[in-house]
Antibody
Framework: EVQLVESGGDLVQPGGSLRLSCSVS????????MSWVRQAPGKGLEWVAN????????YYVDSVKGRFTISRDNAKNSLYLQMNSLRAEDTGVYYC?????????WGQGTLVTVSS | EVVLTQSPGTLSLSPGERATLSCRASLSVSSSYLAWYQQKPGQAPRLLIY???TRATGIPDRFSGSGSGTDFTLTISRLEPEDFAVYYCQQYGSSPRTFGGGTKVEIK
């Protein structure tokens, strides 16, 4: 059974940092692109970033460029999102998802709240 | 950036009825790289369709996708009680990947 389990979400003040993790079981991520997608409270889905198998390609939505960094550890079968200089508009549920195009597998999400 | 506009915003239908959801792109979506997802409250999205018309593994055949270029459609032939949810389209033909704003299918 495929499982993606996100962790690291928390309440953080504007300007603060968080590191999200996504632990994957049931398939080996080293063969796949991986992505982060977020959803603000009561809103739709927004693609955040994706990364290829060997970390040589990383892409970001404009609103997070220079602040967020996607990375992976294939040996640990895990995906990460380092989030710096957080803003109120970064608040939402962050999902880890398989693939760099469409997303077959999703985690249940981790909640990030940016507020003073 | 490809902007996806979904319509209608809300669709009120009864079980057994046919649902037709639209997704219109601001630019042509290359190679029909369009996907559809279903999301229920408190749950992660679920992949229904990719490549505009290919059903994902385990998706019932009452769900079908069609379209190309800038106009795409998700059809649910006969609504089951578990189909009432929010549906999103997503294009992956260009970066940044983008999602539509969603269509809520609610019980009439």
């Amino acid at each position: 059974e495929v499982q993606l389990v996100e962790s690291g979400g928390d309440l953080v003040q504007p300007g603060g940092s968080l590191r999200l993790s996504c632990s994957v079981s049931g398939f080996t991520i080293s063969s796949y692109w991986m992505s982060w997608v977020r959803q603000a409270p009561g809103k739709g889905l927004e693609w955040v970033a994706n990364i290829n198998q060997d970390e040589s390609e990383k892409y970001y939505v404009d609103s997070v460029k220079g602040r967020f960094t996607i990375s992976r550890d294939n040996a640990k079968n895990s995906l990460y999102l380092q989030m710096n200089s957080l803003r109120a508009e970064d608040t939402g549920v962050y999902y880890c998802a398989s693939g760099g195009m469409y997303h077959r597998f999703w985690g249940q999400g981790t909640l990030v709240t940016v507020s003073s | 950036e490809v902007v996806l506009t979904q319509s209608p915003g809300t669709l009120s239908l009864s079980p057994g009825e046919r649902a037709t959801l639209s997704c219109r792109a601001s630019l042509s979506v290359s190679s029909s790289y369009l996907a559809w997802y279903q999301q229920k409250p408190g749950q992660a999205p679920r992949l229904l369709i990719y490549g505009a018309s290919t059903r994902a593994t385990g998706i019932p055949d009452r769900f079908s996708g069609s379209g190309s270029g800038t106009d795409f459609t998700l059809t649910i032939s006969r609504l089951e009680p578990e189909d009432f949810a929010v549906y999103y389209c997503q294009q992956y033909g260009s970066s940044p990947r983008t999602f539509g704003g969603g269509t809520k299918v609610e019980i009439k």
